[in-house]
């Protein structure tokens, strides 16, 4: 009778092969499972690493860009890239200075998703320049009055941050974590986390911000180019507040995609709407700045240039709705979905507001790269068209490959998630 | 004694202009810019000076680009992450270094001139072909941005004879840029806008003459000349007719 | 830039540019020589057992947490603040007069003998006439292991501390370290068929115990624990088949489904 209490449950699952270098209590998929879905990622990144070994060898004419087009698709990624990484800094300046508790569960993935960003971005930068031996350049004579100087510093000291917040993450594996050295080392160093979490608050200002004072400060552009403060023109505020804004919602959508990917719960609904609700009340005073900047740059700045407003959507594709999508359908109209608690409530009503966000932050990056070089100057000049080629497609396609994949190993080897057992408990099997 | 210092620029009279090539042509000469490799296009050469033709209905003329030498707030100047580009205090003219320079090309994008050319392959020049080139100016490896320098290396040269005659200041008639030298029409005047006395800053007064984006605030040290309204409109963005697909 | 560039002249914005980054680069550089000395002389002074448990006690499950009074039902629902270090815990002091009482042997049918004190790690102490402890598995441990495939056992000679790694015991190719119950140093070390695992000479005579279970409060304590076996096997229930609670099994962790073995050890040795 006493045995009829214990009846044994048939293993229906074997153990993993890698279960020791698994968090103790977290289901994870196969190893072969695993290994099939980094396959594809792994080609991707090849394929890109061999297009950037073509670049470095060869030169920057195996890529579309020209002398009329000196930015392209790589440029573009570096910021797109950037605006969305920020989620990493302003959630760790939420968590850890402003205290928000709640944030706990997402800083981790936060973090990563900074590191590669940024790690990804730099990588990118060193293809793109024609000498990235000299990278070092910038460093030894600075010129004080370049955005992309202060660019330069701002980011490399950045990386570093947020590799001294990756690495606590990545010492907390079960199985280093064995090793008394780094499971101390871990401890100090996470007792300062705050510190560097102001640092990297510090940084980011300035960066994100001089990102979009590099088209700001461009009086030969005057598509991109902004009165301002002082030698601040408007971009570089704006850049700011939309970075502050579109993180937490690039972050509630990778975490929307991993939950969907490993049909796991890994974090708690109100703390997605947490997010939302951020990203939305920040989103607010950054249309209404963008509008306010877009209407005196059309009326004043533009026009002391000797450019007619409208002159700028007149070439086709990119006519006055460029405007409307980049503030009003997704500046707009996500801000005020995110906003209101009833549309937030909806998980598919919250991602699809999140991504309208970036979208909105990637089209303004995107305007100010490549519609800026697109657009004549001269009377004379051509509207000018670019496309990218294979290899900048790869090279783009690297950097998400390498951002999955470290993301990836990251999920299955390392505590991630403090929500995820709780959020599990009820679905095992 | 430091020597004085000037302030060179051009005026180049569109009338004159014939649109022939000479001065594209004695640029790459002098420059030693390499001969353009397979798969080069239009937008990815090296041509310091380059000839843009312009049309008003059935009337056609050519303007000479180049570096417009800005003196105020010099966009390329100021956007340089390593200080690879300077305004040379005695000269006037804006230098690039291209032993410095990273090749990042911010200052491509500045340029409202589109006046800069970025190095994308490595110069290679056919067998024999190097005894043409010329000793004075480096040529530059790729992956940095180049641009006119008002034939600086001749610049040079001059100081050198005017030093080895023992005269602080060169002779003017010993300075002249290559393509100023090459133009058959003698369309472009070359000088000191500093010295009140000279050609160009007699020419440079002249009711017709423009220089091109004024509003900009760049302050071009390159001016045109031409008796045609319509061309004199090209200075501004809003007064051409623009080219290319409309929406 | 630096001296030596011709026609290089520092201003206010290159001083006050040079002076941000130097500052930030040098604080970046602090923080991590900091945390590698700091890291260092808590090696050097024996902490990092400390500072391992209570990052493990805190990774716990708020259930795992409870307190030892909120186990017999004194104090209901007091989550432990002090990892399970009830030395230097006032609410203990306070209850402790009460806890005289004895338990019988048999704990839910398991060999929870009087003269040994418990861990809530699942080992028994049972202090000897030479003044040494004699530490080993507690009736559940042996249960759930019976005996394990290798083990790790500290040098003798070496510290354990409360609380901090006691050994290391491997089973079907999963392992977990179980907690030491006391501080002292190890004199000798036993095997699984001594019965026994690690004689450990204590830091003060008479040694501190007062962490320690012993007496009435086995008994809720025991019965908990084998509630949250059964849980184990059972996948979708929150309580227990049984209100009896039933005879735990020999080898007890091979009952538990293969994939969720790990985590069962890791739980019951509060290890996660």
């Known amino acids: 009778m006493a045995d009829a209490a214990f009846v044994p449950m048939t293993a229906v699952a074997k153990p993993l092969r890698d279960r020791r270098l698994i968090t103790r209590g977290l289901d994870r998929c196969s190893l072969p499972v695993f290994s099939a879905w980094l396959a594809p990622w792994f080609v991707m990144l090849a394929v890109g690493l061999y297009a950037t070994y073509l670049a470095l060898r060869f030169g920057l004419n195996q890529t579309n860009m020209d002398n009329r087009f000196a930015f392209g698709l790589w440029i573009f990624l570096d910021l797109g890239v950037i605006a969305l ?166 972050l509630l959508l990778v975490l929307s995609a991993v939950e969907g990917i490993t049909g796991k719960k890994l974090v708690a609904a109100d703390v997605k709407m947490t997010l939302g609700k951020i990203s939305g009340w920040l989103l607010i005073p950054y249309v209404l700045l963008k509008s306010v900047d877009t209407l005196v740059w059309l009326h004043s700045t533009s026009r002391q240039a000797g450019f007619r407003p409208w002159e700028y959507y007149c070439w086709k594709p990119f006519g006055f709705w460029v405007l409307l999508a980049e503030i009003v359908v997704c500046g707009f109209v996500p801000a005020i979905l995110l906003i209101r608690r009833a549309t937030r409530s909806r998980p598919w009503m919250l991602v699809l507001s999140a991504a309208l966000a970036c979208t909105g932050v990637l089209l303004n990056r995107f305007v100010l790269t490549i519609q800026t070089l697109a657009l004549p100057t001269l009377a004379f000049d051509k509207f000018m068209v ?44 | 004694m430091p020597r004085k210092t000037h302030r060179y620029g051009m005026v180049i009279d569109v009338d004159r202009c014939i649109g022939c090539g000479a001065c594209m042509i004695a640029c790459a000469a002098e420059n030693n810019v390499a001969p353009a490799p397979a798969g080069a296009n239009e937008r990815k050469g090296i041509t310091p000076v380059r000839i843009e033709r312009v049309t008003s209905g059935d009337e056609a003329r050519f303007l000479p680009v180049l570096c417009m030498q800005c003196e105020h707030e010099t966009p390329c100047v100021s956007v ?168 | 830039m630096f001296p030596g560039v011709d026609g290089f002249h520092w201003t206010f914005a290159h001083i006050f540019f040079v002076s941000v980054f130097l500052s930030i680069a040098a604080a970046l550089a602090g923080i991590v020589i900091a945390s590698l000395a700091r890291g260092g002389r808590d090696i050097a002074n024996g902490r990092a057992g400390q500072i391992r448990w209570s990052l493990d006690f805190a990774e716990l499950p708020l259930e795992l947490r409870q307190c030892r009074h909120a186990v017999t039902g004194e104090a209901p629902g007091r989550i432990c603040p002090n990892a399970f270090d009830c030395r230097h815990c006032e609410e203990h002091a306070k209850f402790r007069q009460a806890r005289a009482g004895q338990c019988d042997n048999a704990a839910c049918g398991l060999f929870y003998p009087n003269y040994r004190y418990y861990h809530r790690g699942h080992t028994w102490v049972t202090p000897q006439k030479d003044g040494t402890l004699l530490v080993g598995l507690d009736a559940i441990g042996e249960h759930m292991v019976g005996k394990p495939d290798s083990v790790r056992m500290p040098a003798p000679g070496s510290r354990v501390v409360t609380n901090g790694e006691g050994w290391r015991m491997s089973k079907d190719g999963f392992e977990v370290r179980v907690l030491a119950p006391i501080d002292g140093t190890v004199v000798q070390t036993g095997t699984p068929q001594d019965g026994w695992y690690l004689r450990v000479q204590p830091d003060s005579h008479p040694p501190d115990l007062r962490h320690l279970l012993r007496g009435e409060e086995i008994e809720a304590w025991v019965s908990r624990e084998i509630e949250r076996l059964q849980c184990a096997l059972s996948p979708d229930a929150d309580t227990p088949l049984l209100a009896d609670g039933g005879v735990l099994m020999e080898e007890f962790i091979r009952e538990v489904p293969a994939a969720r073995r790990d985590e069962v050890l890791g739980e019951m040795f509060l290890e996660p």
């Open chain 1, 85 to 250: 990484g920020a989620g990493a800094f302003f959630s760790g300046f939420l968590l850890y200075i402003m205290k928000l508790r709640e944030l706990q569960a997402v800083i981790n993935t936060a973090v990563i998703l900074g590191f590669v960003c940024y790690s990804g971005a730099i990588a990118v930068l060193l293809v793109d320049v024609g000498q990235p031996l000299r990278a070092w350049f910038t460093f030894w004579h600075p010129n004080v009055h370049s955005m992309l100087t202060e660019v330069t510093f701002c980011i490399s000291c950045y990386l570093a941050v947020l590799t001294l917040e990756y690495l606590p993450i990545v010492l907390k594996n079960r199985r280093l974590k064995q090793n008394a050295s780094f499971l101390v080392f871990e401890w100090e160093l996470h007792r300062l986390v705050p510190l560097l979490a102001g640092i990297g608050t510090l940084l980011s200002f300035f960066h994100q911000g001089s990102l979009g004072g590099l088209y700001g400060v461009l009086r030969g552009r005057p598509f991109a180019y902004r009165a301002g403060l002082g030698i601040w023109p408007t971009t570089f505020f704006l850049f700011i507040l939309s970075a502050m804004a579109v993180g937490p919602s690039f």
């Open chain 1, 386 to 429: 670019y496309y990218p080629n294979w290899q900048e497609f790869a090279v783009f396609g690297a950097v998400v490959a390498y951002a999955v994949i470290v993301y990836s190993l990251s999920y299955r080897y390392l505590p991630l998630f403090p929500q995820e057992k709780e959020l599990n408990r009820v679905s095992r099997s």
């Open chain 2, 80 to 247: 340089c992450p390593q200080q690879a580009v300077e305004v040379d205090r005695e000269s006037g003219i804006v230098f690039q270094m291209p032993q410095r320079c990273l090749g990042c090309r911010y200052c491509m994008t500045a340029c409202p001139y589109h006046a800069r050319y970025f190095n994308w392959w490595d110069p290679s020049w056919p067998a024999g072909m190097e005894s043409t080139l010329n000793p004075g100016v480096a040529p530059r490896m790729r992956g940095v941005v180049e641009k006119c320098n008002f034939c600086h290396a001749r610049l040079q040269a001059a100081q050198d004879k005017a030093a080895g005659s023992g005269k602080q200041e060169i002779d003017a008639a010993d300075y002249v840029p290559a393509c100023v030298e090459a133009c058959p029409t003698k369309a472009i005047t070359f000088g000191d806008l500093a010295d009140a006395a000279s050609d160009v800053v007699r020419a440079s007064r002249d009711g017709r003459a423009f220089r091109l984006l004024p509003k900009l605030g760049t302050e071009p040290k390159v001016y045109y000349r031409s008796e045609l309204g319509w061309v004199r409109e090209l200075a501004e963005r809003g007064g051409g007719s623009p080219e290319g697909g409309k929406a």
